[in-house]
Nanobody, 124 residues
Framework: QVQLVESGGGSVQAGGSLRLSCAAS????????MGWFRQAPGKEREGVAS???????SYADAVKGRFTVSQDNAKNTLYLQMNSLKPDDTAMYFC??????????????????WGQGTQVTVSS
């Protein structure tokens, strides 16, 4: 059974940084994608960043140059380094995994496993 557990969320002032982690267990697919998504109150869920098993990445335009997605295969952990945070980045952040994705994508229809989320709040 695949489990994804996020951590690292919190409150930070604008301009600050946070690093989110997603620990994966029960995961054994050779080809996969893992991604970060977020949902703010009253808004639809949106893709933030993704990384494929090949190492390729994809980012939403809103976070390019500020966020970096990475993975530690030895630890089965996905990371999202978030720098220069803005109040608009405030949202619940979710980790997700796809067992059939070959190219990194932030389209959530490709993801079949989801974590419970971690809250990020950025104050001005």
């Amino acid at each position: 059974q695949v489990q994804l557990v996020e951590s690292g969320g919190g409150s930070v002032q604008a301009g600050g940084s946070l690093r989110l982690s997603c620990a994966a267990s029960g995961w054994w697919y050779r080809y996969y994608c893992m991604g970060w998504f977020r949902q703010a109150p009253g808004k639809e869920r949106e893709g933030v960043a993704s990384i494929a098993s090949s190492g390729g990445t994809s980012y939403a335009d809103a976070v390019k140059g500020r966020f970096t997605v990475s993975q530690d295969n030895a630890k089965n952990t996905l990371y999202l380094q978030m720098n220069s945070l803005k109040p608009d980045d405030t949202a619940m952040y979710f980790c997700a995994a796809s067992s059939f994705c070959r190219i990194a994508t932030i389209d959530d229809q490709y993801y079949n496993y989801w974590g419970q989320g971690t809250q990020v709040t950025v104050s001005s």
